[in-house]
């Protein structure tokens, strides 16, 4: 009997997936805001306003189920007041935004911070709220607030893409192929000792219905009596890391930025799958979103509809499809990217198909963060050549008056694609060349101070 594994730390983890018949939405923990901590007012353009903005950006002081820690927040849009309660553990936050809270202030000290601890916090805040909602550092009126925080949003740029947090309890199989046992770790992986994580089976009994690990973190081997499918769930109070997302009814979403204890739970799926999934993950570049997996076996996969939901929206659009590999015992790899998206939040979700239609889902665990362009940009036109209509992309990382026309070979324009004012954002317009005749022509962008040429070729 092979059986699957599908971890809950709250909502879902980035790397971590479910089926069609078990979908948990909330985690145990809750946390509870009782103040700010360190930080400083910052002044900075709101993305979602184009206006200026002062705010006091800093790490908040919580507890979560009555232990102590810190948090950063994640919205710049819903008000907070203190205390500030029932905010319950949803998701993971954004791969760079938990590199960041893994190597910056408060968890880790950073040796090239500001010699202001106040200012150091607010740095660390703007950098979250890039990756969270698209504000521009740029646009920071204080300069060792904003060299700081673009610091920041360059190492995680280039060193965060991949950052997962740690799975602090986790599920293991013995020998017997009815067997299994509890894994609890701390921030670093190695073995620490809980007790009574308490189990339960929906479709079975069990040989024991609470169990602690040792010191290295194992616990002893429980048998799993029954059918050979269902749920069995383990619930206890461990290590709730940095990374993790509380959210509220019409509040902040926040993240946790100092770990603490709480309650998590892992759901196994107690049977057998046509396809193993073993990774799970996504990763945002400008408006592009790539996912990646993997599985460990597979049986009669005729491959993957690839699904994506804005989080406004509660309808699940098929945006691709990749083919499967059949029938194999060897582990396989798979990519799809989702390019030129709109700034927003996005879900996605894998609708795995077998050669007879039978399917099932597998979930990404968290929201991907598609941020506002930080840079004005024009690409090139696609397809090109072309005949007759093409698309352009530009991106604009501050408002303005933007001009894009289309001139011939001689220099005579012959098309004006953009002329008004537009806000920050990504977009794309369209050319349709279908009165003029085949030859190379010349697009012109102009947004303030900005300009870029780019060729492109009609063929008819």
Not at 39 to 47: E, H, I, L, R
Not at 283 to 307: H, K, M, Q
Not at 349 to 370: C, M, P, S
Not at 386 to 402: Q, R, S, W, Y
Request: hydrophobic letters at 35%; glycine letters at 8%.
């Amino acid at each position: 009997m092979k059986k699957n594994l599908l971890f809950f730390f709250v909502m879902l983890f980035c790397n971590v997936f479910t089926n069609s018949y078990s979908q948990i939405q909330y985690g145990y923990s809750e946390a509870t805001l009782t103040g700010t901590g360190i930080g400083a007012n910052v002044t900075f353009t709101d993305p979602y306003t184009n206006s200026s903005r002062n705010v006091f950006a800093a790490e908040m002081i919580a507890t979560v189920d009555g232990n102590p820690s810190k948090f950063y927040c994640l919205d710049i849009r819903r008000p907070l007041s203190f205390p500030d309660v029932c905010h319950k553990d949803s998701a993971v936050s954004n791969p760079k935004i938990v590199y960041i809270l893994n190597n910056y202030r408060p968890y880790a000290a950073n040796h090239d911070s500001l010699n202001d601890n106040g200012e150091e916090r607010a740095a660390i805040q703007c950098a979250i709220w890039h990756f969270s909602d698209g504000v521009n550092a740029n646009t920071i009126t204080s300069n060792s607030i904003k060299n700081r925080t673009l610091e920041i949003i360059e190492d995680a740029n280039t060193n965060g893409a991949f950052t997962e947090v740690i799975e602090t309890i986790s599920v293991g199989y013995g020998i017997n192929p009815d067997d299994f046992y509890l894994r609890t770790v701390d921030l670093n992986g190695n073995g620490v000792a809980v007790n009574n994580i308490v189990l339960t089976y929906d479709q079975g009994i069990l040989s024991t219905y609470v169990v602690d690990t040792d010191s290295s973190g194992i616990s002893p081997l429980v048998t799993a009596i029954g059918p050979g499918f269902g749920f069995i769930t383990s619930t206890a109070m461990v290590t709730i890391p940095q990374g993790v997302t509380y959210t509220c009814v019409g509040k902040k979403r926040l993240v946790i930025a100092m770990p603490t204890t709480g309650v998590r739970k892992v759901v196994t799926d107690w049977g057998t799958l046509p396809v193993e999934l073993i990774s799970f993950i996504a990763n945002s570049t400008n408006r592009n979103v790539t996912l990646n997996w993997s599985t460990a076996t597979e049986v009669n996969n005729a491959g993957f509809d690839i699904e994506r939901k804005s989080v406004s929206s509660s309808e699940w659009t098929k945006i691709g499809n990749v083919a499967g590999n059949g029938t194999t015992s060897n582990p396989q790899s798979y990519t799809y990217t989702d390019r030129n998206l709109s700034a927003g939040s996005y879900n996605y979700r894998l609708k795995q198909i077998d050669y007879n239609g039978n399917f099932e889902y597998f979930n990404l665990g968290t929201e991907v963060e598609v941020g506002n362009p930080t840079d004005y940009a024009l690409s090139q036109n696609y397809p090109n050549p072309f005949n007759p209509t093409t698309k352009i992309n530009f991106d604009l990382a501050k408002e303005g008056f933007v001009s894009i026309k289309v001139f011939d070979n001689l220099g005579k324009e012959v098309a004006t694609l953009v002329n008004e004012f537009k806000n920050t954002g990504y977009y794309t317009v369209e050319f349709d060349a279908r009165n003029l005749t085949s030859g190379m022509y010349y697009y012109r962008m102009e947004v303030n101070g900005f300009t870029k040429v780019h060729k492109m070729s009609l063929i008819k």
